[in-house]
């Protein structure tokens, strides 16, 4: 039985992973820590409200005392760290909470596990970064385990660093660490200020679906439970000191990808009469795309190659885009209570103001 923290478990891959976990391994027992800031949401574990082998933590990544506490008192044995600043925009317009979660927390969260392990026997603090550590790539080409690190936002330095500091401890202390980068994740419980949950609620309300620069900037997309099943396998048998890149083998432009959600809601809606009632729409909601000025240091390109973790852990992603991307309207579909609650507050004032601001007439 492991005592697993997971911290930022209230956010979007963090409760996926917790969910998961939960299903896979309920021996366990889990220790969720999230300071519920904007895009942390107990509502996305209420499922398991009546388990007594999930605990939640409220609680901040800086807060020294009271992770002393839980790995002393609890005898935390593993970490699982998602806790993070996550969007770029939000990097670009106010960095320093960036710096305080994303690095500081990371040392916080290390310092607390070397001082409380007093040896690193059966331990593993295993932290989930990104891809976009790797800067931007051109038209070929994938990023590897060995590809230098060269990020262009605050949020990608800050990941960066805090990617650094987990090498440091496992070099210099011998922490027993494993690293993941990801490439760009989508599915259930998604804040709805990143691009496809996004693009699905304001399609739906018949708004303005913005489109940064020419539309063909291209991720690598990977759809969230793929990656929970990945970092759950890395974290049972990944090497200690090593990296795995997790990506979905699934690349796409930003406009294929908002044409695609429009094109399947419309088809969606059109044979549903109660989905009509609810978002009635004359036409092709294609025709609400607008074009908005790019974002400063827009990376052009990502894609991940993933054959490390395939060949040496056996993970393969089991949804390709095409069918990941219907789970997860149907789910925002089926969950209008869940987005609704986060959309009445401070999130659409802001986000209709920075689009707004970026229209190109």
């Avoid at 939960?22 to 509502?43: I, Q, S």
Wanted: glycine content about 8%.
């Amino acid at each position: 039985m492991r005592k697993m923290l997971v911290t930022g478990g209230a956010g979007f891959i963090g409760s996926n992973f917790v969910l998961l976990t939960r299903r896979l391994h309920p021996e366990d027992k889990v220790f969720v820590l999230d300071k519920l800031t904007y895009a942390g949401n107990l509502e996305n574990l209420k499922s398991l409200s009546d388990d007594k082998n999930c605990i939640f933590v409220k609680g901040d990544l800086n807060d020294f005392d009271l992770l002393d506490s839980l790995f002393e008192k609890e005898g935390i044995d593993t970490v699982v760290n998602f806790a993070a600043e996550s969007h770029v925009d939000r990097s670009i317009l106010g960095p320093k909470a960036f710096i305080e979660t994303n690095v500081n927390g990371t040392f916080t969260l290390l310092e607390a596990a070397r001082r409380n392990w007093k040896d690193f026997q059966n331990k593993k603090f295993l932290h989930v970064s990104t891809d976009e550590v790797y800067g931007s790539l051109g038209d070929t080409g994938f990023f590897t385990e060995e590809t230098a690190y060269a990020p262009n936002s605050p949020y990608a330095a800050s990941k960066a660093s805090s990617d650094h500091l987990v090498r440091a401890y496992h070099h210099t202390y011998g922490l027993s660490v494993v690293t993941t980068n990801c490439s760009n994740n989508y599915g259930p419980y998604q804040f709805p200020e990143k691009l496809i949950p996004l693009m699905i609620l304001n399609a739906l309300k018949g708004k303005h679906l913005p489109v940064y620069g020419d539309g063909l900037n291209v991720r690598d997309w990977l759809f969230v439970e793929d990656h929970c099943k990945a970092i759950d396998i890395v974290l049972e048998n990944g090497k200690l000191g090593e990296t795995y890149n997790i990506g979905g083998n699934n690349e796409w432009k930003n406009i294929d990808i908002v044409n695609l959600i429009c094109e399947i809601l419309d088809e969606k809606i059109k044979s549903d009469k109660t989905l009509a009632e609810q978002y009635p729409f004359e036409g092709s909601r294609k025709k609400l795309i607008h074009f908005v000025k790019d974002r400063p240091g827009h990376d052009r390109r990502y894609a991940i190659d993933s054959g490390k973790v395939q060949r040496e852990l056996g993970w393969r992603p089991e949804d390709k885009f095409e069918t990941g991307i219907r789970k997860t309207i149907d789910w925002y579909i089926n969950n209008r209570p869940w987005w609704e609650r986060i959309i009445s507050g401070q999130y659409m004032d802001y986000y209709e103001m920075q689009y707004k601001e970026r229209l190109v007439k």
